[in-house]
C-alpha cells in the first residue's frame, strides 16, 4: 500500500510510524538484553567462570549488550526491516478490537466450553477407570 493511502488508514503520518517502530525495536531489544544477560549469567554461574565487573557491571551483561545492541543497529539500517516493522504498524492501525462487553462475552463463551469439555471428558474417564477396575477384578 502506498505511503499516503497509510496516512489516511491510519491518521498517522511517516514520522510518526518510524518513532513508534524505533520505539516499539528499542523495547524488544531491552527485553532481549534482559534475558540474554540472564541466560548468559546462569552459564557464567554453571561453568563456574569468574564474573569480572567494569563500571559496576558484570560481563555477561556486557556481552549480551554488545550482541543486542549490534542487532539493534542492524535492523535499524537495515530497509527490509524497517519496511516489515511499519507494515505491521500499519495494518495494526487498521485492526477493529472488540469492546470490552465483546471481550467479556467471549471470555465466559470459552469458560462455559472448557467446563462443559471437561466434565464429559473427566465422565469418559470414571466410566473407563470403573470398567478397566471391573475387568482386572474378574481376570478377564
Do not use: C
Not at 503520518?13 to 549469567?41: H, K, Y
Not at 543486542?68 to 477493529?96: C, H, M, P, S, W
Amino acid at each position: 500500500m502506498s505511503t499516503e493511502a497509510n496516512k489516511i488508514a491510519t491518521g498517522m503520518s511517516q514520522n510518526d510510524t518510524r518513532r513508534w517502530v524505533v520505539f516499539s525495536q528499542a523495547v524488544i531489544a531491552a527485553a532481549i538484553w534482559w534475558a540474554l544477560g540472564n541466560a548468559f549469567t546462569l552459564v557464567y554461574r554453571t561453568a563456574h567462570i569468574r564474573q569480572f565487573e567494569p563500571f559496576g557491571v558484570a560481563d555477561p551483561q556486557w556481552i549480551a549488550f554488545a550482541l543486542v545492541g549490534a542487532g539493534f543497529i542492524y535492523t535499524l539500517r537495515n530497509v527490509a526491516a524497517q519496511e516489515f516493522a511499519n507494515d505491521v504498524l500499519t495494518e495494526l492501525r487498521k485492526v477493529t478490537w472488540p469492546t470490552w462487553k465483546e471481550t467479556r462475552q467471549s471470555t465466559m463463551v470459552v469458560i462455559v466450553t472448557v467446563f462443559v469439555v471437561s466434565m464429559i471428558l473427566g465422565g469418559f474417564d470414571f466410566m473407563w477407570a470403573k470398567l478397566i477396575k471391573y475387568l482386572l477384578a474378574i481376570g478377564v
